[in-house]
């Protein structure tokens, strides 16, 4: 079992910077990826960002350049540095670990980006 809590969500005025956390209940060493999702209302849930166990980084095409994913291996800490937020980066952020072959979730924290 895997247990994620997400925090740093908030109401941010458009190109703004927000980090958000997710602190993972086991090492992040013995984790395939942890990868960083978004939910807007009505739309399909879509990966934002991703580690692997490696280190190495993938992101979505929209943020690319402007969100970076890292860990803190000793506060076994994934984070999501938000910066030039733009309104459709508003959604529900969730963080997610692949342990073996299940994926866990968190609950999520809602980001807002007034224009």
């Known amino acids: 079992q895997v247990q994620l809590v997400e925090s740093g969500g908030g109401l941010v005025q458009a190109g703004g910077s927000l980090r958000l956390s997710c602190v993972v209940s086991?090492?992040?060493?013995?984790?395939?990826?942890v990868g960083w999702y978004r939910q807007a209302p009505g739309k399909q849930r879509e990966l934002v960002a991703n580690?692997?166990?490696?280190?190495?980084?993938t992101y979505l095409d929209s943020v690319k350049g402007r969100f970076t994913i890292s860990r803190d291996n000793t506060e076994n800490t994934v984070y999501l540095q938000m910066n030039s937020l733009k309104p459709e980066d508003t959604a529900g952020y969730y963080c997610?670990?692949?342990?073996?072959?299940?994926?866990?979730w968190g609950q999520g924290t809602q980001v807002t980006v007034s224009s």
């Open positions: 997610s670990a692949k342990y073996w072959d299940e994926a866990y």
């Open positions: 580690i692997v166990s490696g280190g190495w980084t």
């Open positions: 086991r090492s992040l060493f013995s984790l395939n990826a």
